[in-house]
């Protein structure tokens, strides 16, 4: 019978883990810029710049008819260190919707803060409606978020943004995140509206007062600059008063506000729809149906 050479076992070395904080994750990046002319008689994309996961989509629409372009996020959400940058630009007597293809999602974050920032002009005499879906915020993520707007004293800017505390149907409650939402805009250079939203830690508890909240699990800001703003404040009031929602809106100086306090996303969604219905005297942009 033949021998048997049995070679000695070696030992073979395990690499060593490495905490995740210290694990460089790929980050996401998207710039969209969309600027609107008019020309005979249309409304005209001018110039369109796309990069990252930030896509922009022109559905066909009737020629006199304003442009519409749909944002879309190819990341599927943001979480730390993602960056996401807008701009739309209308240019004088040209008028514009923007929109998004989906609600945007905030992530857990594993580190760091996503931005999302947003830059909007309205020459003399335009009209941009900047109507987003809502964006839903997830336990532990962390956000930060931007618009600045310049609108031409004759022009009109209508901007809306909602916000979901949580996935409701999987029974989410916010009790570890960081949100920062900062307006800013100016008419013909000068500042009309700014303001601030901060959640930061428990949102459940920092929803809970009658002065901040009233437990709300969803909410949304309007604002509408424009020449005959105050014309729309009581049809506007009127309807938020038939919503079922905690809402209200005031008017001055060519600017109109609305807010929007709602149990949940389905409660806001019905009732943000039916007021951006009357303010834009049209029905919301189709994707926002899909």
Same mark, same amino acid.
């Given at each position: 019978?033949?021998?048997?050479?049995?070679?000695?076992?070696?030992?073979?070395?395990?690499?060593?883990?490495?905490?995740?904080?210290? +694990? *460089?994750?790929?980050?996401?990046?998207?710039?969209?810029?969309?600027?609107?002319?008019?020309?005979?008689? $249309?409304?005209?994309?001018?110039?369109?710049?796309?990069? =990252?996961?930030?896509?922009?989509? +022109?559905?066909?629409?009737? /020629?006199?008819?304003?442009?519409?372009?749909?944002?879309?996020?190819?990341?599927?959400?943001?979480?730390?260190?993602?960056? +996401?940058?807008?701009?739309?630009?209308?240019?004088?007597?040209?008028? #514009?919707?923007?929109?998004?293809? #989906?609600?945007?999602?905030?992530?857990?974050?594993?580190?760091?803060?996503?931005?999302?920032?947003?830059?909007?002009?309205?020459?003399?005499?335009?009209?941009?409606?900047?109507?987003?879906?809502? %964006?839903?915020?997830?336990?532990?993520?962390?956000?930060?978020?931007?618009?600045? #707007? /310049?609108?031409?004293?004759?022009? %009109?800017?209508?901007?809306?943004?909602?916000?979901?505390?949580?996935?409701?149907?999987?029974?989410? *409650?916010?009790? /570890?995140?960081?949100?920062?939402?900062?307006?800013?805009?100016?008419?013909?250079?000068?500042?009309?509206?700014?303001?601030?939203?901060?959640?930061?830690?428990?949102?459940?508890?920092?929803?809970?007062?009658? #002065? %901040?909240?009233?437990?709300? $699990?969803?909410?949304?800001?309007?604002?509408?600059?424009?020449?005959?703003?105050?014309?729309?404040? /009581?049809?506007?009031?009127?309807?938020?008063?038939?919503? =079922?929602?905690?809402?209200?809106?005031?008017?001055?100086?060519?600017?109109?506000?609305?807010?929007?306090?709602?149990?949940?996303?389905?409660?806001?969604?019905?009732?943000?729809?039916?007021?951006?219905?009357? +303010?834009?005297?049209?029905?919301?942009?189709?994707?926002?149906?899909?």
């Amino acid at each position: 019978m033949p021998s048997m050479i049995v070679a000695p076992p070696v030992a073979i070395a395990e690499a060593p883990s490495l905490p995740i904080a210290s +694990l *460089r994750l790929q980050r996401a990046r998207g710039e969209a810029r969309v600027t609107v002319r008019r020309e005979r008689g $249309g409304n005209r994309l001018d110039q369109l710049r796309q990069s =990252g996961s930030a896509k922009v989509r +022109l559905p066909r629409i009737a /020629d006199t008819a304003p442009l519409e372009a749909i944002l879309l996020n190819t990341a599927g959400g943001v979480t730390g260190g993602d960056r +996401l940058n807008y701009a739309v630009s209308v240019g004088a007597a040209a008028a #514009a919707v923007v929109s998004s293809q #989906a609600a945007e999602r905030a992530y857990r974050s594993s580190g760091g803060v996503a931005r999302i920032d947003t830059r909007l002009e309205v020459g003399a005499g335009g009209r941009l409606e900047w109507l987003p879906q809502e %964006t839903i915020l997830y336990e532990r993520s962390a956000l930060h978020r931007r618009l600045e #707007a /310049d609108v031409a004293g004759s022009a %009109t800017l209508l901007a809306a943004e909602a916000v979901l505390l949580g996935r409701a149907a999987m029974g989410e *409650r916010l009790h /570890d995140i960081v949100f920062d939402d900062i307006w800013r805009i100016r008419r013909d250079g000068v500042l009309v509206f700014a303001e601030g939203t901060r959640l930061d830690g428990d949102a459940v508890a920092g929803m809970a007062g009658k #002065a %901040t909240g009233g437990g709300a $699990g969803a909410f949304a800001t309007v604002v509408m600059v424009s020449p005959d703003a105050a014309a729309r404040l /009581d049809a506007a009031r009127e309807i938020l008063a038939e919503g =079922g929602c905690e809402a209200g809106a005031s008017a001055w100086n060519g600017l109109l506000v609305a807010r929007i306090l709602a149990p949940g996303g389905q409660a806001l969604r019905t009732s943000l729809t039916r007021l951006l219905e009357m +303010l834009r005297d049209a029905a919301m942009p189709r994707v926002w149906n899909c």
